[in-house]
């Protein structure tokens, strides 16, 4: 089993190492995140000051620079067989992490989500793609300008889909201009 508390330390290190920290030290910039399956600790504490927000549950929503942005932490769960149990932080069942997605409120300009939308950057290899087929749906219902996550390190980049630019940054970092 994973020592949370050891890897939420060694993770405190990364981003006070990190490269990008300094960008992200500009207290006039807010900044909303979704911690994903390997995050075990709280961001916010790292950026004194600044204006962190970190989005948890479906209706988590807040508003920033005009926008409306609202999502959730989760992936489909890695073990897929019959005694299949979590390991990382965050996993569900597919049933699970579906009903998730279709908590999400209507209206958000921009979407946060760990797990990618089914059919969008979600391909793993060997056939098999991990996105949710309930965020997918939002995404096509909703049209929000923006749809951020990441998970997948084999699909990373930005896609348009209908009136949806789709950023997977996972293992890049994306400046999406919205205004």
């Known amino acids: 089993m994973i020592d949370a508390e050891r890897e939420g330390q060694a993770q405190a290190e990364w ?7 300094p960008f992200l030290a500009n207290p006039s910039a807010p900044v ?19 204006d ?3 989005l948890h549950e479906p209706g988590d929503v807040v508003e920033r620079c005009g926008l409306k942005i609202g999502g959730c932490r989760g992936i489909q769960m890695i073990d897929k067989s019959e005694r299949g ?8 069942r597919l049933s699970e992490l579906d009903d998730r997605m279709r908590a999400l409120p209507a209206g958000l ?8 939308p089914n059919g969008i950057m979600d391909y793993v290899g060997g056939g098999e793609y991990v996105g949710s087929p309930a965020l997918t749906s939002y995404l096509r ?17 930005i896609e348009v889909h209908g ?11 994306h400046r999406i201009p919205l205004g």
């Open 163 to 173: 009136a949806t630019t789709c950023s997977n940054a996972a293992t890049t970092f």
């Open 32 to 50: 909303v995140v979704v911690r994903g399956n390997h995050d075990y600790t709280d961001l916010a504490p790292y950026f004194p000051g600044m």
């Open 85 to 92: 149990s979590a390991f990382w932080q965050d996993e569900y």
């Open 52 to 54: 962190v927000t970190e």
């Open 141 to 157: 219902r909703e049209e929000p300008r923006l749809a951020c996550f990441g998970h997948i390190h084999e699909q990373h980049g």
């Open 109 to 116: 300009d921009v979407v946060l989500t760990h797990c990618p």
């Open 15 to 21: 981003i006070r190492t990190h490269p990008l920290t």
